[in-house]
């Protein structure tokens, strides 16, 4: 174990020297605090807008049909400017005054028979074929007229437009809506921290090997020692990579982000030291059943460039973990979710996912993690066993039966 610590510290030591690493870490770190700002930044930009900035729609009543309450359009503060007007201009003349960009639409309001109709005149709909407002907000200030004609006050009419409070009860163990927002995207984090650390493992033994700096190592240590020290630095410095990005973004989303943005999008409630406990402990486990796949996919290779090609097939498993994690969060009440709990290949992605939700029970985590330490294990072992005989080989072409031949091997 002396020996894997030392390997561990090595690897580590190294990783944090590269200028690729400290580049990347930065620019992560960056991306998060501007990341947490742009809102802020948007609500710059919209400030230096003056008034004259936005548009202007005319709005043509001839009949009075609203009985001058179209005036209350500009106190509603929906971003445009209304210009009311009893006179109703021809078409000529709006026409100039859409190609001056003096108004940016028209509305023309007319009744036939018992029917009120709002023609909305703009120069070209284009190809989304939008208009600049919700046509409902002239439906609702006409209620309000018609009910004010039927002697109803300001109260009785304020009490009927009140909306109904509509709330959903869920029966299952899962809950839904704002939170599994928030649980998908953690699912993708881990996705993607967990591969990018354990490819790193892969690409650093294939460096090594190619670079004959694996002789040196071979006649000082054991491949054992090796490859579990590889696994034990680079898990190190993803932890602490990912850490500063999450502490990074807790920081900036305090001081920076406006809270009340997420209301009614994100619940942020399930975040709590439990669920922080149980995404380090699935983040390093996930990790390190990964890393030792990979682990076996770099000494199987003589070059740096054949990394990806022999990691593909791994990628492939990753990517069906995820997508296996993620989709099934989409339906909680789905039989898939038990699958993506116990199977090792998702459960580092769904279980903290799944936790956040409340849908995961402790013994279900038991028996998750049960699972994976014993995957790893056998998977360590396999790969220690392979990594042992094929180390030491350069220009080899391996294939399915060479590696069951070194795995039958006796290395140390």
């Known amino acids: 174990m002396k020996d894997s610590i030392i390997v561990a510290k090595f690897t580590a030591t190294e990783m944090f020297k590269k200028k690729s690493f400290k580049i990347t870490l ?46 209350s359009l500009n106190q509603m503060e929906l971003g445009y400017i209304f210009e009311i007007t009893n006179e109703v201009k021809e078409n000529d003349e709006l ?75 869920e029966l299952g163990d899962a809950q839904s809506g704002e939170i599994l927002v928030l649980s998908m995207g ?89 669920f922080a406990l149980v995404s380090i402990i699935y983040f390093l486990l996930g990790y390190t059943l990964y890393a030792f796949i990979y682990a ?7 070059k740096p460039e054949d990394v990806q090609q022999s990691g593909g097939l791994v990628a492939i498993v990753v990517l069906l973990g995820f997508y296996l994690a993620y989709f099934s969060m989409m339906n909680p009440a789905s039989s898939l979710n038990k699958l993506a709990t116990y199977l090792p290949i998702s459960a580092p992605f769904s279980v903290p996912s799944r936790y956040i939700t409340g849908a995961v029970s402790t013994l279900d985590i038991s028996i998750s993690i049960i699972i994976l330490l014993l995957s790893i294990v056998a998977f360590a072992y396999i790969s220690i066993k392979i990594y042992s005989s094929a180390i030491i080989n350069y220009g080899t072409k391996f294939n399915l039966k060479t590696m069951i031949e070194m795995f039958k091997q006796n290395n140390n």
């Open 26 to 71: 930065a620019i992560l770190l960056l991306s998060v605090i501007v990341g947490f700002n742009i809102p802020n930044i948007i609500n710059l930009i919209n400030n230096n807008n003056n008034v004259e900035n936005k548009d202007t729609i005319l709005v043509m009543d001839q009949e009075d049909i609203y009985k001058g309450m179209l005036n």
């Open 95 to 169: 026409r100039e005054l859409l190609e001056t960009n003096k108004i940016s639409a028209a509305i023309n309001i007319t009744s036939e028979k018992d029917n009120i109709k709002l023609d909305y005149i703009t120069e070209a709909m284009g190809l989304s074929g939008n208009i600049l407002m919700d046509e409902m907000i002239f439906t609702d200030l006409y209620k309000y007229v018609k009910l004010s004609e039927y002697g109803l006050n300001e109260e009785d009419i304020m009490n009927i437009n009140k909306p109904l409070i509509f709330g959903v009860i």
């Open 186 to 274: 953690l699912c993708m984090i881990l996705f993607f921290a967990i591969y990018y650390c354990a490819y790193q493992v892969s690409a650093s033994i294939t460096v090594e090997k190619t670079s004959k700096i694996i002789d040196t190592l071979i006649t000082s240590t054991t491949p054992k020692s090796i490859i579990i020290g590889k696994t034990l630095g680079i898990g190190f410095v993803g932890l602490v990579e990912v850490l500063a990005i999450i502490i990074t973004g807790f920081l900036s989303y305090k001081l920076f982000f406006p809270a009340e943005i997420l209301t009614g999008h994100i619940d942020l409630s399930g975040v709590t030291i439990g």
């Open 296 to 302: 076996l996919c770099g000494s199987l290779v003589s």
